[in-house]
């Protein structure tokens, strides 16, 4: 039993210590639109974060919050989008009690849906990249769950304008964007499954 805790384990601290910082990101295309805020901040001039790489001072599942906090950063923008004014800090405390073990790791959906639950009721999720991408043009706002590269990722974004939507902490170079649905599925939906939590 121990020899497969311990593979467990492993497994587990390899998925955090490589998977839960940005990931160097693709080329920027010229018609997205990155905003104007510094990009040598976690947080944008209007209270977003933007950049989990950068948060200083925070720990989230028993290590610095940067290295697993892609979760509690998508659900604290949309709860500021939605006019909420919470805690960061507060936030992390509340997502890591919701945790079964108090060990390190990534942020699981059964505690993204408890949370949303909270405090972002009426939320409905699908799974699979085509129905994802599909109920993602149709929505409001939403959180992907997907891989950027081949590491497990939390988005998320609300929408702009009639065709195009704001994501902030995609990866490196695309941390405070403004571009397309058809543009982010096809430069970040490129493999692994695909979950979408999302509000009409």
């Given at each position: 039993?121990?020899?497969l805790i311990k593979i467990c384990y492993n497994a587990l601290e390899f998925t955090w210590q490589k998977?839960?910082?940005?990931?160097?990101?693709?080329?920027?295309?010229?018609?997205?639109?990155?905003?104007?805020?510094?990009?040598?901040?976690?947080?944008?001039?209007?209270?977003?974060?933007?950049?989990?790489?950068?948060?200083?001072?925070?720990?989230?599942?028993?290590?610095?919050?940067?290295?697993?906090?892609?979760?509690?950063?998508?659900?604290?923008?949309?709860?500021?989008?939605?006019?909420?004014?919470?805690?960061?800090?507060?936030?992390?405390?509340?997502?890591?009690?919701?945790?079964?073990?108090?060990?390190?790791?990534?942020?699981?959906?059964?505690?993204?849906?408890?949370?949303?639950?909270?405090?972002?009721?009426?939320?409905?999720?699908?799974?699979?990249?085509?129905?994802?991408?599909?109920?993602?043009?149709?929505?409001?706002?939403?959180?992907?769950?997907?891989?950027?590269?081949?590491?497990?990722?939390?988005?998320?974004?609300?929408?702009?304008?009639?065709?195009?939507?704001?994501?902030?902490?995609?990866?490196?170079?695309?941390?405070?964007?403004?571009?397309?649905?058809?543009?982010?599925?096809?430069?970040?939906?490129?493999?692994?499954?695909?979950?979408?939590?999302?509000?009409?």
């Amino acid at each position: 039993m121990a020899f497969l805790i311990k593979i467990c384990y492993n497994a587990l601290e390899f998925t955090w210590q490589k998977g839960t910082g940005m990931i160097t990101g693709e080329k920027t295309r010229s018609e997205t639109k990155i905003a104007d805020s510094p990009l040598h901040s976690a947080w944008t001039e209007d209270g977003y974060i933007q950049n989990q790489d950068l948060l200083t001072g925070y720990i989230y599942r028993t290590i610095p919050a940067k290295e697993n906090c892609c979760g509690p950063v998508a659900v604290y923008n949309l709860c500021r989008h939605s006019g909420q004014n919470l805690e960061f800090e507060a936030l992390l405390r509340e997502m890591d009690g919701m945790h079964r073990l108090h060990m390190p790791g990534p942020t699981f959906m059964y505690v993204m849906r408890k949370c949303l639950t909270e405090h972002l009721p009426g939320w409905q999720e699908v799974h699979g990249r085509d129905e994802a991408v599909r109920q993602a043009c149709q929505s409001s706002m939403g959180i992907f769950r997907y891989h950027e590269g081949r590491i497990p990722h939390f988005v998320g974004y609300y929408r702009e304008r009639e065709n195009t939507f704001h994501f902030y902490n995609v990866c490196d170079g695309r941390e405070n964007v403004v571009m397309s649905m058809e543009e982010f599925t096809s430069d970040h939906l490129l493999g692994g499954s695909v979950k979408l939590i999302w509000w009409e």
